[in-house]
Structures are given as structure tokens and as C-alpha cells.
């Protein structure tokens, strides 16, 4: 899944301006939570006493 | 030397990190993908454990064992779509440790830091304020829908349109890793490719029929709110993403150093955003209610406020009284009397300087 995304690199981050930068961070934040509460899901549903 | 359209490329390159998370296809995508597999894995799993528990209380033992398996089976590939998902995850939080780096690097700079606030705050109450809008659209849309089986029946068949058309698409998916080597493959094959079809025109008639009837009875909703709903249940899920969100951004906000700067809080009211009607939180305090009246009450008694001073006298009290109705015990609060024994002084004064100036007045 590595290689079908992006990868950043800090030589990447130091071309962003801090707008694209804060961007960056809410949208990596964003996901980072929401597949966070996906595990969480998934772990309930193979929970077996659930 | 480089061509402006050469410079241009690498720039584009070097500055597409979050086109690439985010264009179609990208890793959000992908990650919207699983969430709607797993939701569809969660309700099959509620309803097979539902209908095992109902044959266990009949002593349905049979009924209840396949059940059983059927939920095995759900367990298994919410397995596998766990492994998919932590692999995402694990790739995210490397990206993100990378980008949380670069920021305590440029947080250094107390400069820096303090522009870098400013800006997430801005975003962060930006996303607050279309994450509210959208709760509001699917709150409403939810309301509509309760009152109209017809819209019900679409969502059904939304629902099992989209279930069609992913079993089919692993089916497809298989015999393209192992094409068909027997009739009854091939038949398989040509009947998931015919189902797929019959189902995605079907799919589209009906999500046709849900946007159709918003456009017309209720334009104010979102086309691409519609277009993202994919069962009636999934309008409570939404909804509670949309509240997730919302705290999600209302505590990063709080741990900017920029949180309590009223002026960023001022400009970063975008009057352009669909307007989110202001909503008393239900823990609304009395004394905070108590307040809120004395503004509005302010707020409406300097728009009406007469030209010529008044004589200090009880009718004041009462005029404040009729307008913000305030409960005996509201009246006797010491914000109230602290605030009507401004309001006499003010006016003493006010007097007392209109009076000067009559004297005046009359000795030019």
C-alpha cells in the first residue's frame, strides 16, 4: 500500500508553504483518526463475546 | 536553464503530497472504501446475531449453527479488512509523525509559531463550520425521510444495489486473478457481469429518484450530501462522524496558542459558508442565558434608544423586566442587580450632564 501512495519526505515538506503544510497535517490528522475508530470497529466485531 | 513550464512541473511535483492523499483513488479514497465495506460487514453482523440469538430462544439449534458460520465468515473478512486498514494506519501515522516533526521544528520560532496557530485555527473553525452545516443537512434529510416511505424504499434499494454490485465485483475480481477454466466459471462470471450491470443501472435510476425529489422539494440540501448516503442507517453514522469531527477540531483548537485571541476568532467567522443557524447548546447555564438576555436586551435598547435623556425612575426595571422575562429568582441574581444599578447611575449621570449642558445652553 506503501508504494501506492505518497510517501513524504522532509525535502518535501520544506517546498510546501505553512498553508499547504497546515493542510496537510488536518487531512493526515483526519484520516489518522477516523481509520483509528475503523480498528476500533473491527475489533469489536472479532471480539467474540460481542 | 529551465522553462517556466518545466519549473512549473517540478513544482506541481514537489507540492501535490496532499492532491495525491486526496485525488481519486488516493489513500482517502481508499480508506472511505474500507469504511463503507466495514459498515456493510457491521450491519450483516448485527442482523446474523440478532436472527442467531431468535433461534437459540427457540431452541433452533440448526438455524442458529449456520448462523453461526455465516458470522464466521463475517468475522474472517473483517479480518482481512482489519490487516488492510492497519496497514493504512501504520502508513498514516508514519506521514504524520513526519509532518508533526517539521511542525515542532518550525514551532521553535515563536514567529513562526504563532503564524503556523493562526492559520490551523482558521482551518480547524472553517472544518467546525462545514462539519456543522453537514450535521444540520443530514439531520433534516433524516427528518424527511421518516416522513416519506417512498424515500425509504430508494435508500433499500441504494442499499442493496451497492451490496450487489460489491459481491459481484469479487467475483469478477477472482476469475480476473484466475480466469474461468470450467463451464459452471465461466457461468459464474457471465451472471456476476450480468448482475452487475442490471444492479449499477438500477443503482443510478434510484439515486436518480433521491436527488431528483431533493432538488425539487428541498434545493437548500447539499447534491453531494445525497450523492454520499447509501442507506438510512448510514445517515446516523454520518451524523455521528459529523459530531466526531466536530470535537476533533473544537479540542485541536483549544491547544492552539491562538484559541482565546478574539481578533483570529473575528475573522475567522466566514460569512461565506453556508449559514449554520446559532444553537443554544443544551448545557446552556442560567447565569450564561442570564447574560445572553442582557445583551440582546442592550443590543435592542441601543437600537431603540430614545433621542432625549430620561429621568431616572422604576419604569426602567420594568421595561427590562418585560423584555428579557426574567424569573424572580433571575431578577434577584446578583448579575441582575449589579447590572439595573448600573443602568441607574448611568442615567444620574446622564441627567445630571444633560442639565449642565441646558444651563449652558442658556447662559450662551
Request: aromatic share 6%; with cysteine.
Amino acid at each position: 500500500m506503501e508504494n501506492d501512495f505518497i510517501n513524504i519526505t522532509n525535502e518535501d515538506l520544506e517546498k510546501l508553504s505553512l498553508e499547504e503544510l497546515a493542510d496537510l497535517k488536518i487531512e493526515l490528522d483526519d484520516l489518522v483518526s477516523k481509520v483509528n475508530d475503523m480498528l476500533k470497529t473491527c475489533d469489536d466485531i472479532l471480539n467474540k463475546d460481542n | 536553464m529551465a522553462t517556466i513550464e518545466e519549473l512549473n512541473k517540478d513544482y506541481s511535483k514537489e507540492n501535490n503530497i496532499l492532491k495525491k492523499l486526496t485525488s481519486p483513488g488516493g489513500l482517502k479514497d481508499k480508506i472511505t472504501q474500507f469504511q463503507a465495506d466495514l459498515d456493510l460487514a457491521v450491519k450483516d453482523f448485527k442482523e446474523k446475531k440478532k436472527k442467531k440469538e431468535y433461534a437459540l430462544s427457540r431452541n433452533d439449534r440448526a438455524t442458529a449453527d449456520m448462523l453461526e458460520k455465516d458470522l464466521e465468515t463475517i468475522r474472517k473478512n473483517v479480518l482481512d479488512l482489519r490487516d488492510k486498514i492497519q496497514k493504512a494506519s501504520d502508513f498514516l501515522a508514519n506521514q504524520q509523525k513526519i509532518v508533526d516533526e517539521k511542525f515542532e521544528e518550525l514551532s521553535k520560532d515563536p514567529e513562526i509559531k504563532q503564524k503556523l496557530d493562526s492559520i490551523l485555527y482558521k482551518k480547524y473553525d472553517r472544518k467546525k463550520k462545514a462539519e456543522l452545516n453537514k450535521k444540520q443537512q443530514l439531520e433534516t434529510i433524516k427528518q424527511i425521510v421518516d416522513a416519506h416511505p417512498n424515500i425509504q424504499k430508494w435508500l433499500k434499494g441504494i442499499e442493496g444495489y451497492e451490496k450487489s454490485i460489491r459481491k459481484c465485483d469479487k467475483i469478477i475480481d477472482k476469475y480476473k486473478a484466475t480466469p474461468p477454466s470450467t463451464p459452471e466459471e465461466q457461468k459464474d462470471l457471465s451472471d456476476a457481469i450480468d448482475e452487475k450491470n442490471h444492479s449499477t443501472k438500477s443503482l443510478a435510476d434510484r439515486r436518480s429518484d433521491l436527488v431528483d425529489y431533493f432538488a425539487k422539494n428541498h434545493p437548500e440540501i447539499d447534491k453531494n450530501i445525497l450523492e454520499n448516503i447509501h442507506s438510512y442507517g448510514n445517515i446516523d453514522r454520518q451524523i455521528a462522524g459529523c459530531e466526531k469531527s466536530i470535537n476533533n477540531y473544537d479540542k485541536a483548537m483549544d491547544n492552539l496558542s491562538v484559541a482565546k485571541d478574539t481578533n483570529v476568532v473575528n475573522q475567522t467567522s466566514p460569512s461565506s459558508l453556508a449559514p449554520v443557524p446559532a444553537q443554544k447548546p443544551s448545557w446552556f447555564h442560567p447565569i450564561q442565558r442570564l447574560k445572553y438576555s442582557i445583551n440582546e436586551w442592550r443590543a435592542r435598547r441601543t437600537q431603540n434608544i430614545e433621542p432625549n435623556p430620561i429621568e431616572p425612575n422604576a419604569s426602567a426595571k420594568s421595561t427590562f423586566l418585560e423584555d428579557v422575562k426574567l424569573s424572580k429568582d433571575e431578577y434577584n441574581s446578583e448579575i441582575v442587580q449589579k447590572y439595573l444599578n448600573e443602568q441607574y447611575q448611568e442615567n444620574l449621570h446622564k441627567v445630571a450632564r444633560q442639565k449642565g449642558n441646558d444651563s449652558n445652553e442658556r447662559g450662551e
